[in-house]
């Protein structure tokens, strides 16, 4: 009876101690990242300015362009990582977007610096 006490303490340490060690090692295979941490991918900027005509072609999940204070922005990446969920993400898609943006997110800076790393032009007649 008393070498199985020994033996479950000192299977409990190796546990506990193996557990500590993998804290320390910094092991982040099974943490995830905040999405609002997450870098945007690399994206290709537009060479010139472009028609609504053009954001509107990209209106899915697959290619989504949307415009925002006169700015284009391709969030195609970003549909899956945001927060408020995908839909509200798709609905934006090959639209002007910039009511639903300032309706929901009003002038956070954050929500802000998160939308400029999709930035990739300009639409045309709009500064």
């Not at 409990?12 to 991918?41: C, H, N, W």
């Not at 969030?75 to 927060?83: C, N, S, V």
Request: net charge neutral; charged share 15%; with cysteine.
């Amino acid at each position: 009876m008393k070498n199985k006490i020994i033996e479950g303490v000192a299977l409990a340490i190796l546990l506990v101690g193996g557990y500590m060690i993998f804290q320390r090692t910094g092991d982040s295979s099974y943490k995830t990242e905040s999405p609002a941490t997450t870098v945007a991918p690399p994206i290709t900027p537009l060479t010139a300015p472009v028609t609504m005509a053009v954001v509107a072609e990209h209106n899915s999940a697959t290619s989504c362009w949307t415009v925002i204070d006169g700015n284009v922005y391709d969030l195609t990446g970003w549909i899956p990582q945001h927060p408020g969920g995908e839909r509200a993400i798709i609905s934006l898609c090959g639209k002007d977007g910039t009511a639903a943006f300032h309706g929901q997110h009003d002038d956070a800076k954050r929500q802000a610096d998160i939308l400029a790393t999709f930035k990739i032009g300009t639409v045309s007649g709009q500064k």
